[in-house]
C-alpha cells in the first residue's frame, strides 16, 4: 500500500537520519530501550518521506516523554497525561502536519487514561509511541497501571493487588483502528511499523515493550529475550499464516470460538490450516484475540495486529468547514454582527 | 393600535419580571417583550434567573424561571434592583418574587394557576389572592389559562399546546398596559418560528386576545409609555454576553488572521460560548468539544503552538482543573485565551448564580511563579471588546490571557452597537519568519520581551519547547540556577510591560475628592449607577472601574492617592482589594463585600458610601 494521505507536504529531497538527529545530549540510562527507539524513529521519518518540517513531536512526562528534545523536528514537551490532547489540538489546528507523540504505560494510561481512550474513539490522525516498561522510571520505580499483578516494587512491598492493563484490549475497547506491539530490541520491526502507522489515517498505537533497565529491568525478556523469543513470540504480517517456532512449526488455528495453538504436521494439521492475519479486517473480534494471548500458554502477538480503515476526525472537522465555507450566508465576522434583528438609529 | 381610552402615564425607566414554573416558557416572554422594546427605541437590559435543575418538580419554589427586562427611554446600565411590573404565573414564583417587586408594583397573575394544592406546594398557608396581603399592590387577576384555551377553541390544536400558550396571552396584557405596538411581537414570532408557521399563528392568535382583554379591565385606568432612549447613531442589536464574547474571538481570529480554535467542555454558565462557536464554521472557526477541562485547554495549547488563536471557555471548577496547563501555556510563552464565566463558588457552589470569586484563582491560582495577562468585562456588550483585547494582548505578548465575566453578564443582556470589523484595532502577532538564520526560540523583542511565534511546518524554524524551564534566548533545557531566576523576572517583566499597550486607568468624577468608588467587572452597572446618583446629591465622590487587573493600569498609584477614602467595592469577600493591598500601601481602603449569588443593588451601595462618607 503506498501513501494514500495527500494532506502532508512531501519533500523534495532524499532526507536522511541525520536530518532528524538533535544536538542535545541524550540523557536517558545507558543500556535503556528508549535508545532503540530512537534510532528507530530517526530512520523511519526520512523513509516517511514528508517534508522535516512537517513532523511534530509532541509529549506527556516521564523517561519517554524527553524525546521531543532528542529528534530535531517541531516538539512540544507538555504536561504529565496530557499529550493526546495537546496532540488532538495540533492535528486538528493543522492537518499538514504529521504528529508523532511519545508517552509511557504512566503518562498514558493512568494520569492520562482519558485522553488516550478518547484520542483512540475519536480517531485522530496521530501516531502514538507508548513505551511500555511496566514501571515509573523518572519517579524511580513505582508500578504502573502495566506492571503484572503480584510485582514487588517501591509502592508495592509485598506484590501489586492490582489487575495491570492490556494495552491492545484497551485499544479495541476504545474502538482502536491501529494496534502494533513491538520489541525493544529489534529496530527494524520497530521500524516497519512505526511505517505502516504513518501509512494509516487515524490514531495508531504502538505499544513497544521496553526495557528500563533500572528499575524493572528484563520485564520482558520472558517473551522478547534471546532464549524465549522464538517460542512466545508470534510475529504477525498481514496476508501471511500466523506461525511461529524454532522452525515455524506452531501456528494458530481456530476451535469453536477459541485460538488454539497447533504444531504443523501434528493431530492432522496442515500449513493449510493455520489461520492467515487479516488486519485490515474493519471487525475487531480476532484483533481481540491476538492482542491477549500471552504465554505459558500462548505466544504473545507482535506486528501490526489491527490497522483497519474509519474516517478520521481531523478529516471530518475539515469537511464541516468547507460545507459551512460552501453553504453558509455568513461569509465574514461582519455579516454575523449584522445578521438576524438589528435596527438602525439615526 | 393606540391606546387612546386610557390615561398614558410617561416613565423613564421601567422594570418588569416574568416568572413562573421553568417550562412556562418565561425565557421566550422576556425576549419577545425585551426585543419589542429595543424595537421601540428603548434602551435595556436583561437578565434570565432560572434554577440550577432543567425541571425542578412542577409548581415548587425550587422550579421557577424569571427574566427580568429593564427599559428605558434613559441610559440602562443594570437590569434594575426591584420590579415595577411583576407578571407571576403560578403561587411558587409569586412567593419567590414578591420580594422584588416594589411598593405598589404592577403585578399580574393567572388566578387558574391558584389552585388549593399549588397554593400549598408554594408553601402557602392561605391562598394570597385572598388575604389581603397584597393590598398594596395594582393587582390585576386575570383567568389565564382558561382564556388562551377559549382563545385558541377554534384553532385545532390539542388542550395540553393550548395551555402552553397562555405565556402570550398575559404577554398581550403587558403590551396594552406599555401601550406597545403588537405587530411588534409578530415580527419576533415570524422569525424565530418561521420554519413552523402554526406556532406562528397561535401565538399571534394568543397575544391579540390577552391584549383584548386588556383593554376590557376598568382596574387599568392607566397605560405606561416609555419613550425612544437617546442613543448614539448607527446600528444596534440586542446581545448576550456569552454571545459578545464568542463574537469578539471571532473578529480578533478575522482580524489578526489567525484561525480560531476553541477546545472546551460544557460547564454553567459558559456554555453558551461553546455553543455559539460551534455555529460559526463558515468563519473557519474550529471547535472542539473535549472530554474534560484539561483536554480543553491542552488541545488549545496545541493549537496555539501551530499558529491558532487559541481559547478556552470555562468557570471556576473548571478553571482550577486548567491550573497546571495555564502554566505550561505561560512557560512555552505561547498565547492562550482562557474565558472564566465566573459563578458562585467554592467547589460546584452556585453553579447559575453570579459571583466575583475567582480573581485570586485567575491571578495566583498556579504552581511556581505565575504572571499572565488578566482583564475583566464590565457589561453583556463589553464582552466583546474584552474579549478581542484578551485575544488581541495575549497574541501580541506571547502569554496566556484570562478574560473574567461572570453569569450575570454571561446570561444577561445588553444593547449592542455593531462596529466594523475593519474598525477595531489591528492585531500583529509576532510571527517568526522562514529560514530566519537568527531564530533561538526564547530570543525576545528588546522593548516588549517578547519571544517569536514560530509555527510547525515553517521551513528553517524547527525548535522545541516544554515544560521545563528553559535557556533564554536558545530553548535549550535548563537547571542552572540564575537562568531559572532570569527566565521568572523576564516572564513577569514582560506582563508588567503590557501596562504600556493598555489604556490608562479611567475617573469618572473629579481626580480628588472625598471618596474614590472602586469596583472591576460585571458590576460596572450597579456602582456606576450609585455613584452617579450621589454625585448628583453634590457629593465629593468618584468612580474608578477597573478592566485591566494584571498588568494593572500604569496609573493605577496615582489614581489611588487623590482620595481621602477608598472603597472597593466586589462580590467576593474582598479579592481586588486584597491585591491593591499587596501592591499598593495605602491606608485608607476599605471594602463592601457581598456574596450570595446576587448582584449589587442600587440602594445598598448608597447607604455605604452615605456610611462612608458620614464617618470621621
Redesign the interface.
Known sequence: MDFVNTTIERSTVQLSKTDFESD?MVKWCAGCGAHAILAAVERVFPKIGY????F????G?GCSSRF??YV????????HG?A???????????P??SVWMATGDGDSLAIGG??FI?VIRRNVDINILLFNNQIYGLTKGQYSPTTPMGKVTKTSPQGTIEHPFNVGELVMGAQGTFYARVPDNNISMMTEAMFEAAKHDGTSIIEIMQNCIIFADKAHNDVIGKESKDENMLNVKNGQPMTWGKNNEKGLILKDTMLEVAEIGKNGVTADDILIHDAYNQDPGIHLMLAKLAPPHFPMVFGVIRSAMFPTYDDM?EE??K???E??P?????D???S??????? | MPNTKRQIVEKESVVVKFVGDSGDGMQLSGSVFS?SA??A?NDLATFPDFPAEIRAPHNTVAGVSGFQVHMGSEKIFTTGDMVDVLVSMNPASLKSNLKWAKKGATILVDTDAFDEKSIEKAGYKINPLEDHSLDAYRMIKAPITAMTKESLKDSGIDTKTAERSKNMFALGILYFIFNREITLAYK?FE?RFKKNPKIVEINKIVIQAGYNYAETIEALESVIQVGPAK????????ITGNIATA?GL??AS?RSGR?L?L?SYPITPATEILMELSK?????A?V?Q???E???I???????????L?CTTTSGPGLSLKS??I??ALI?ELPLVIVDVQRGGPSTGLPTKSEQSDLMQALFGRNGEGPIIIIAASTPDDCFYMAYTAAKLSMEHMTPAILLTDGYLGFGSALFR????KDLPPIKPPIAEANDKNYKPYKRDAETLVRQWAL?????????????EKENITG??SMDPMNHQLMVDLRAAKVEKIADFIPEQEIDGNKKGDLLVISWGGTFGAVHSAVKLAQAEGKSISHAHFKYISPLPKNTEKVLKGFKKIVVCELNSGQFVNYLRMKFPIPNISQFNKVQGLPFMINELTEKFNQILEEK
Open positions: 542535545q517534508r522535516k518540517e512537517n511534530c513531536m509532541v509529549s512526562i521531543p528534545y530535531n523536528t517541531y516538539g512540544i514537551h507538555g504536561i496530557r493526546a490532547a495537546i496532540s488532538t489540538g495540533v492535528k486538528i489546528a493543522n499538514r502536519l482519558n485522553h478518547h472537522v464541516q468547514i460545507y459551512a465555507k453553504t453558509s455568513i461569509k465574514n465576522v461582519d454575523l454582527l449584522n438576524g434583528d438589528v435596527w438602525d438609529i439615526k | 426585543d429595543a424595537m427605541g419576533y422569525e442613543m448614539a447613531k448607527g446600528r444596534y442589536r440586542n463574537w471571532l473578529a478575522e484561525p480554535f477546545g460559526h464554521k463558515s468563519l473557519g474550529k472542539f473535549a472530554e474534560d484539561i483536554a480543553g491542552c488541545s488549545a495549547i496545541g493549537a496555539s503552538y501551530t499558529g491558532s487559541a497546571e496547563a502554566g505550561l512555552t455593531i462596529p466594523k470589523v510547525p511546518g515553517t521551513e528553517g524554524l524547527r525548535h522545541r519547547i516544554g515544560g521545563l535549550v533545557v
